[in-house]
């Protein structure tokens, strides 16, 4: 965005001066007018830009135009914003040429086009995985419920798993006949629907993150720039329901391995710390974005017409 005000801003003053408008000496106007009204001279106003007096003079009087830099100083000197400053009317196209007005509008437009685009397929791939999430959990539910049922009919029989009579075999068979052996169908009932419920909550996690997720694309498609308030909380809500579908499955193994004493074969991925902080990060960035559109009341895209 800055990079966009920057060109337009340059472009602007430039096609002005090429064309001998009197943008420039409004510009010199304003600035005389708003260092007087805050009894400011232009040596101490020099001194806060790190120019020299001839510099402000030359500005004031409309034979030159500051940097862009030197322009968001004097915003924050004079405590307001470029559209103030510039013109009445920053977005003033008939003031270009026609060449230059048709490349600043084409670029815009693709630009925010684009923008729109990615929102909308991040929205609706981030629906769909919420629903399979759903869907996910609403099998493990119903599995849940039959848990009692499908317990009472397994057995072992020869060193193998049979379930309603039919032979049940995994890379794990072993350790599974061991689990039956040691424990009564009670406990393994017990531990089966622990199984299922720390599953259920893992998916859900899943789940709310992409809902969420899908909001807040829905959000930055629909609205004039992403770092609203709104889209914040989402992204929080986002990083907290990632947070927690990234060390759960470890916390609740470690504590089902503690309760049964059967050992699950978990260990900590590394990488999740990595994730965890990535996700911190993105929060961070939207924070900040918040914060600079506050205090400069600027818009990263606006909607188009």
């Known amino acids: 965005m800055q990079l966009q005000v920057d060109s337009f801003l340059a472009t602007f003053f430039i096609e002005c001066e090429k064309k001998g408008e009197s943008s420039l000496m409004k510009f010199g106007e304003k600035l005389y007018n708003l260092r007087k009204n805050a009894n400011m001279s232009q040596e101490t106003l020099a001194e ?26 004097l915003c924050k000197i004079f405590r307001c914003n470029i ?28 630009k925010q086009a684009k923008l729109k685009l990615t929102s909308k397929i991040i ?13 996910a959990s609403i099998g493990v ?27 049940f075999s995994s890379n794990q068979t072993a350790q599974l006949i061991e689990i039956i052996n040691d424990n009564s169908n009670t406990q393994l ?24 997720l899908s909001k807040l694309f829905d959000n930055i498609n629909k609205d004039n720039t992403p770092f609203t308030l709104d889209n914040l909380n989402l992204i929080k809500k986002i990083t907290y329901l990632l947070i927690g579908y990234s060390i759960f499955p470890e916390i609740s193994g ?4 503690f309760i049964t004493k059967i050992d699950m074969g978990i260990e900590i991925e590394g990488f999740k710390f990595v994730f965890i902080l990535i996700m911190i990060c993105i929060y961070y960035v939207f924070d900040y974005g918040h914060q600079i559109q506050l205090d400069s009341k600027g818009i990263i895209y606006g909607k188009e017409s």
């Not at 009932?189 to 809902?211: E, R």
Request: negative net charge.
């Open 254 to 257: 470690y504590l089902y391995q």
């Open 189 to 212: 009932i017990i531990y089966s629907i622990i199984i299922c419920v720390c599953l259920i909550v893992t998916i859900m996690l899943l789940f709310f993150a992409f809902k969420y």
């Open 123 to 135: 929205s609706v791939l981030s629906k769909v995985i919420s629903y399979v999430a759903l869907i």
């Open 48 to 73: 806060k830009l790190d120019v020299s007096r001839q510099s402000i003079s030359k500005w004031e009087n409309g034979n030159a135009y500051p940097e862009m830099n030197r322009i968001i100083e």
């Open 141 to 167: 539910a119903i599995l849940t419920f039959f848990t009692p049922m499908i317990i009472n009919n397994t057995k072992v029989l020869n060193g193998k798993i049979q379930i309603y009579g039919n032979e």
């Open 83 to 110: 559209n103030e400053l510039i013109n009445e009317n920053i977005i003033d196209f008939d003031s270009l040429d026609e060449e230059v007005k048709m490349n600043v509008v084409k670029f815009n437009k693709e």
